[in-house]
């Protein structure tokens, strides 16, 4: 009978450590659940900016799921509570020798178990369906974003560059690749898929490059080079945002439960995922280079030509962690670097924020560049860049302490810096001349050659 005792003591101490758990389960999404009740109708307003379709109903979902789990948090706490007094009157009355008294406390007990078990197993399905709403909130858009639906609605920041003059007869850069024996779209088919190109010669020499080009700038400019993974776990897709918003947009090896990386901003930003840094430390700025791989279901017609879209193609990224008060200000440096870049390569460009209908999921504000593409005469999107506030810190557990000895969260940003693809498509395009295509001078001494003819 004392072992008994012992153990209803020992059920008592685990049940509170699973509910402290399951706090925990959801503590990444509790500052967010935070705002959206104190803040209702202006996290409702944010919502509308970005045209997220029953924002009233979901919101008001979240809000009534977490009253009720937090009733039932209550409920548990006081039959744990009753169940842990009754658990310690037993060893009492038995030294007493009221044996029948604590026969009826042990029957009681034996009720308060049941009942703590039933409510453990009703917060735990609220704690879950909790997180998966929350998990379903997009991020908040900044003030500064503009109203509108589509990248017809986006702001034009500034433009830079000349676009180049090109006879009647340009070619496009698909064309350019075949004539000159760069890329291979057929043979990517064959090998693998439509979407999977073959960089072959001067095109591959061209590749690397590029990618050389961009590290090297990059850190001259004080990032860390990082050489991530490819593959990344279902947490980290979740603590940066891809899931569940883009699931249907990842290549998943099901029997692992792992996913191709979209962009290297996932495995890089999850470096800091239950990590908390000191502000000292701050800001953190990092780069990396990676094969990045997109499903980009239901895309089709002449947008996806040639480099225009494709299922796999190499990105260079940058990606900063800093303090709140800080990330504007890193945001606004993001953007002058990438303009660096691409004024480096001689390329048109213009640069966008983007409207609250056109901006990504996890974004408060986004900045995308595009090059102008002489020969298909359109503009082509060449990076973005974004802050994330405090959203993808608060679902990856990422916070600094201040001087002070206090903890908060980070603030997330990144940036293309560059996508690969449609820079090709355009230096070849735009760099085409009667005797060749012209290489850039700030690629000179990574291509070795300074014409592809």
């Known amino acids: 009978f004392p072992i008994k005792t ?16 399951y706090l925990k389960y959801i503590k990444t999404d509790m500052l967010t659940l935070k705002n959206i009740i104190e803040n209702r109708n202006a996290v409702i307003e944010g919502l509308h900016k970005k045209h997220f379709a029953e924002a009233e109903k979901v919101i008001d979902e979240i809000i009534d799921l977490d009253k009720e789990r937090r009733n039932t948090q209550k409920e548990l706490d006081t039959a744990l509570a009753e169940q842990n007094k009754m658990a310690k009157q037993i060893g009492a009355l038995i ?10 406390a042990k029957e009681q007990t034996a009720r308060y178990k049941e009942q703590s078990k039933l409510l453990g197993d009703k917060l735990n399905e609220y704690e ?4 998966d709403k929350l998990l379903q909130v997009p991020n908040l858009p900044h003030e500064s974003v503009p109203e509108g639906r589509t990248a017809e609605d986006n702001k034009t920041e500034r433009t830079g560059g000349v676009v180049p003059d090109m006879p009647t ?4 850069h698909w064309e350019l690749a075949k004539r000159y024996d760069l890329i291979d779209f057929e043979l990517g088919v064959k090998i693998t898929g439509a979407g999977f190109p073959v960089y072959k010669g001067k095109g591959a020499r061209l590749q690397r490059a590029l990618i050389n080009f961009f590290l090297d700038e990059a850190r001259n ?9 490819h593959v990344v776990n279902t947490d980290s897709g979740y603590g940066t945002g891809q899931l569940p918003d883009k699931e249907g947009q990842m290549y998943h090896v099901t029997v692992d439960d792992l996913y191709l990386i979209p962009t290297a901003e996932v495995p890089v930003t999850n470096i800091f995922r239950d990590v908390i840094l000191a502000e000292k430390d701050l800001p953190r700025k990092l780069a990396a280079y990676s094969a990045c791989f997109r499903r980009e279901a239901g895309s089709y017609g ?9 299922h796999q193609f190499g990105k260079v990224e940058i990606v900063r962690i800093d303090k709140p008060e800080h990330s504007y200000d890193s945001l606004d440096e993001m953007v002058r670097y990438v303009e660096s870049l691409v004024r480096k390569l001689e390329l048109p460009y213009r640069i966008l924020r983007l409207c609250g209908g056109d901006m990504s999921f996890t974004s408060s504000l986004t900045f995308d560049f595009e090059v102008f593409s002489a020969a298909q005469k359109r503009w082509l999107e060449v990076s973005s860049v974004s802050n994330f506030e405090s959203y993808q810190a608060n679902r990856l557990k990422c916070r600094y302490k201040t001087a002070e000895g206090k903890t ?9 810096a560059l996508a690969l693809p449609r820079i090709v498509a355009a230096l070849l395009e735009n760099n085409q001349t009667p005797s060749g295509i012209r290489i850039p001078k700030a690629l000179v001494p990574y291509c070795g050659f300074e014409i592809i003819d």
Do not use: M, W
């Not at 012992?6 to 758990?21: E, K, M, P």
């Not at 908060?408 to 293309?416: A, I, Q």
């Open 169 to 172: 007869d340009a070619l496009p």
């Open 221 to 229: 400019a004080g990032y860390l080079e990082i050489e991530p993974p």
């Open 302 to 310: 002449k947008d996806v030509r040639g480099l225009n879209r494709l």
């Open 408 to 416: 908060e969260l980070c603030h997330t940003l990144n940036g293309s």
């Open 6 to 21: 012992i153990t209803f003591a020992t059920d008592i101490v685990i049940r509170y450590r699973h509910l402290l758990f």
């Open 128 to 131: 879950k369906t909790l997180r």
């Open 95 to 104: 030294g007493q020798g009221k044996r029948s008294e604590a026969e009826a």
